[in-house]
């Protein structure tokens, strides 16, 4: 009873992929980044943070479950994919389903801690998570889609930290949706030859031998998104912000030119890196913050 018990958490667990946390830190930095600029004090509220951070576990976690129930049948037809529990039958999907309703409902009690632009935001936000497994079914690049629906973190955190929604944060938001046109192209290069043969769409097989072209234009507009955010917030005082970004683009040219599209292990390695590229710009606007402040 105890086996059986310990085996379905884990099976939950591998639902949720919390043994895999970059996804986590990708939902969760275009909100630390808004909070951060937005604030007034030299550190932003802990409190903020802590919620963000929270809530990026939970619906990331809910946004896996979403994407595996509707592409139960496509991942058993991926090598990558076929072992995960739905996929695989190890778990059922009525137990998908009541696991998914815990995490929204856990979702929703943190959401209402929120001011009520920030709840709205978060609402609306989550209507494309319900639309975007359906994408690579219609969209050449269902990355698109993604972008716009990963990265509203940043306004509903810009929301949360002020009670209004600026310039700043829609800049951090198209910021977020260029950076995730990469790295979730680089990710879906580990599957392209397999997506070609079951007719999958992604940007990897749109792209092919163009992807570090592709590469280099989404990140070079996120860089000029993210200077102007902080044109916008510092007025004048960022030096150590844009140091920072530089710091951050050097980041992404090795990303791009060390690239090996047709070694999805190395793509893997490669798309794991964006997390700690979120801490260098995360850190800069720290650093500009205290500076300008003090």
Not at 201 to 225: E, G, H, P, Q, W
Request: with cysteine; proline share 4%.
């Amino acid at each position: 009873m105890v086996n059986r018990a310990l085996l379905k958490l884990g099976l939950f667990l591998k639902l949720m992929r919390l043994h895999q946390p970059t996804g986590i830190w990708l939902l969760l930095w275009p909100c630390w980044w808004s909070i951060a600029m937005a604030t007034q004090k030299p550190m932003p509220d802990i409190y903020l943070l802590s919620v963000f951070a929270i809530g990026a576990v939970i619906m990331r976690s809910a946004g896996c479950i979403i994407n595996d129930i509707i592409d139960r049948e496509i991942d058993k037809k991926v090598e990558r994919t076929k072992n995960r529990p739905l996929a695989s039958g190890m778990l059922s999907l009525k137990n998908a389903l009541w696991l998914l309703v815990l995490l929204l409902t856990v979702a929703a009690i943190i959401l209402i801690s929120l001011n009520n632009i920030a709840i709205i935001a978060a609402i609306l936000a989550f209507i494309p998570v319900l639309i975007y497994p359906y994408m690579k079914r219609i969209m050449p690049w269902p990355q698109i889609f993604l972008g716009f629906t990963f990265n509203a973190g940043a306004i509903v955190g810009w929301a949360a930290a002020t009670e209004t929604i600026t310039y700043p944060a829609l800049a951090i938001y198209l910021a977020g949706f260029f950076w995730t046109l990469g790295y979730d192209t680089i990710y879906a290069h580990q599957d392209r030859l397999h997506d070609e043969k079951i007719g999958v769409k992604s940007s990897a097989v749109s792209m092919r031998d163009k992807t570090k072209i592709f590469l280099s234009i989404f990140y070079l507009i996120m860089i000029i998104l993210l200077m102007f955010a902080g044109s916008m917030v510092f007025h004048g005082h960022n030096l150590i912000y844009y140091s920072g970004l530089m710091l951050a683009l050097v980041h992404l040219l090795w990303q791009i030119k060390a690239l090996d599209i047709n070694n999805p292990a190395d793509c893997m390695k490669k798309f794991k890196s964006n997390a700690s590229f979120g801490w260098i710009i995360f850190l800069g606007i720290l650093l500009e913050k205290s500076l300008t402040y003090f």
